[in-house]
């Protein structure tokens, strides 16, 4: 994976980004898909969460991390 910068890593939504999205593999650069692309996978994630022993992320959290990543996701491909 690339290195890369976090956007808005002081953000209080940025920092429920790291904290929650870093735990269990490399945190994924938000640039690195589109909203649409990101909703699918947040989706997967909250059951790889759910089915681990891991620290639970509550509603709420999923919504701060999906506006989070709205801001910073790649820009959506102009349909032609
Ligand atoms: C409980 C552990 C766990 C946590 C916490 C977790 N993930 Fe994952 N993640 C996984 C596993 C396991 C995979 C590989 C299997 C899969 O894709 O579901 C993965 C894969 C991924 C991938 C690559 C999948 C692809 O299609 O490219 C991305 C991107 C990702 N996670 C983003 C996130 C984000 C964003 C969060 C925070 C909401 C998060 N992960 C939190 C376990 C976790």
Redesign the pocket.
């Known amino acids: 994976m690339q290195p890369f910068e976090v956007p808005d890593a002081e953000t209080a939504d940025g920092k429920i ?1 790291v904290r ?2 870093s ?3 490399a945190l ?1 650069d938000p640039a ?2 589109t909203y649409t692309q ?1 909703v699918g ?2 989706g ?2 909250a059951q ?2 759910r089915s ?1 022993n ?1 620290p639970q ?1 509550s509603d709420e959290e ?1 919504q701060q ?1 999906l506006l989070y ?1 709205k801001r910073h996701a790649k820009p959506a491909e102009i349909a032609h």
């Open positions: 980004y929650r999205c735990l269990c593999h994924p690195r898909m990101w996978v947040v997967r994630m790889n969460i681990q891991v992320v999923f991390i990543l």
